[in-house]
């Protein structure tokens, strides 16, 4: 018996293309196979020296609208029945969408053996859907790239260990901890504002909190407004400016739009603009008016800044009309503790955009959350640091099961991302990655930074 692989997933992830990569011409002739239907191509996969079938749960397009949910999981299913392991394939591009979810419900119901697999990763594209991939509670995520053929070594080195153990039920071998596993990997040293890159920020917030008039008084003096940028004009306006040396490019939402002339329905335009500028900005500055401030408007796109993985600072404007300036900010800070715990630490700054006062104070906290946002700490200074959080507060032990978290390295920046090598990671408290969250946060000093953890599965 030929060890099965089923390559599972939503349609368009490239699962077929994955497939003719393993399969080549060899592909089976699916008819002739008893209990295998047309809409599971089945065929002899070559990888490296490896040999094995695959089955390509590909092919579903073809079904009507209504029927495609339930075909999809049913013959998702049956794959999964007749195979060994499963490579489930989720797209790095478009990231991870409720649809995937449905296919990790199954695999992980069937309890499947599951590689799971972030495909369209070639060169640099890709990083933020892989990393959310994590995500999915199914491990670390393989960076493939189906078209190009990248990750494929990868792919055999996963395989190996289960093919070898189903064909020759050999014992298994004790997974070995590679310490370097994500030293030097893609992620880029911090990169100063200063080298050319300009630093880009979003500027979001409920209409009339000020933003047009924050926005004019940062590129006013310099006078290097550079008009809306080709190319991304469908879809934000930005403008480049020299910010008291720091090259910036400014995502408008509304108040650039007015300045052009182009709408001025603002209480129409600001969510949905506001959405687009947080996906092209590093640091998102949400502006709240001091005499409306967290309204719910401000705390959907704080929250959506912080989903999108974006460095946010909180900068309360019109400070000069309010009397009570020492009740107000305390009233402010209990405020956004309260309303947003998810931007704990997070920078809150008062400003004037109309006289100017605070700019200087917003500039610096944009920038250190900038340089928070793209840090990476070195795995020995993690580990050393795991070690004292785990003696402090030990991780509790669910059913009797003791969970042991061994390893972990930074996997990612931009915003920082972290994996924590763990057994029986389903059941660790989320309580208890709070606690790992929050003490990353406070002994590394990454305030203004969303940070990402992932348990991975080693026992
Ligand atoms: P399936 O429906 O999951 O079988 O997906 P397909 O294999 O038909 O691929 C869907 C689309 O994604 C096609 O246009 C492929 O050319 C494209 N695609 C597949 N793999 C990759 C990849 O690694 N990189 C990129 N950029 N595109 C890919
Ligand atoms: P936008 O809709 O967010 O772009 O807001 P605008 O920049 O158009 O500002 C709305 C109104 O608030 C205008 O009348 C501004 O003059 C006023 N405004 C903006 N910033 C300040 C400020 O710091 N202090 C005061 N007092 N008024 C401000």
């Not at 393989?142 to 078209?147: G, H, I, Q, V, Y």
């Not at 959350?369 to 030990?394: F, S, Y």
Request: proline residues 6%; contains cysteine.
């Amino acid at each position: 018996m030929s060890f099965t692989l089923a390559i599972v997933g939503r349609p368009n992830v490239g699962k077929s293309t994955l497939f003719n990569r393993l399969v080549g011409k060899r592909l089976a002739l699916v008819d002739d196979q008893p209990g295998v239907t047309r809409d599971l191509r089945e065929g002899d996969a070559r990888l490296g020296d490896l040999r094995f079938t695959v089955i390509d749960t590909a092919g579903l397009e073809e079904a009507t609208d209504e029927s495609l949910q339930g075909r999809m999981r049913r013959l998702t299913e049956r794959a999964v029945e007749m195979a060994d392991a499963c490579l489930f394939v989720v797209d790095a591009r478009s990231g991870v969408l409720p649809a995937d979810e449905v296919f990790a419900d199954i695999l992980r119901k069937k309890s499947a053996r599951v590689i799971l697999a972030a495909n369209k990763a070639e060169g640099r594209a890709g990083e933020s859907g892989l990393l959310e991939a994590y995500a999915l509670g199914l491990g670390e995520p393989l960076r493939l790239s189906a078209e190009h053929g990248e990750g494929m070594g990868e792919l055999a080195a996963e395989l190996r260990p289960l093919i070898e153990a189903a064909t020759e039920s050999a014992p298994e071998v004790e997974p070995q901890v590679d310490i370097d596993v994500d030293e030097g990997d893609e992620v880029p040293d911090y990169v100063a504002p200063h080298s050319g890159k300009p630093l880009q920020i979003a500027v979001v917030g409920r209409p009339n909190a000020g933003k047009s008039t924050l926005i004019n008084k940062i590129i006013g003096e310099d006078r290097l407004l550079t008009g809306p940028e080709a190319g991304i004009t469908r879809d934000a306006i930005s403008v480049t400016t020299d910010w008291q040396g720091t090259p910036t490019r400014i995502f408008d939402t509304a108040g650039m739009r007015k300045k052009a002339k182009v709408q001025d329905k603002l209480e129409k335009l600001s969510v949905s603009d506001g959405l687009r500028a947080v996906k092209f900005a590093e640091v998102v500055v949400v502006l709240l008016d001091v005499n409306i401030p967290f309204e719910q408007q401000d705390l959907r796109i704080a929250d959506l800044a912080e989903r999108e993985g974006r460095a946010v600072v909180l900068a309360v404007n019109k400070w000069d009309t309010e009397g009570e300036k020492q009740d107000k900010l305390r009233a402010l800070k209990e405020q956004f503790n309260r309303l947003l715990p998810q931007l704990r630490g997070a920078p809150l700054i008062t400003v004037s955009a109309l006289t100017g006062r605070g700019l200087e104070r917003l500039r610096e906290a944009i920038l250190e959350a900038h340089e928070v946002w793209n840090r990476r700490i070195p795995t020995a200074a993690l580990n050393r640091w795991l070690t004292g959080m785990l003696e402090q507060h030990p991780p509790p032990a669910p059913q009797g099961k003791r969970i042991k978290l061994r390893y972990m390295t930074q996997a990612k920046s931009r915003p920082p991302g972290f994996v924590v090598m763990c057994s029986h990671p389903q059941l660790l408290p989320a309580s208890y990655s709070r606690y790992l969250v929050n003490g990353l946060r406070d002994d590394f000093d990454m305030p203004g930074t969303p940070i990402r953890l992932f348990m991975r599965s080693q026992n």
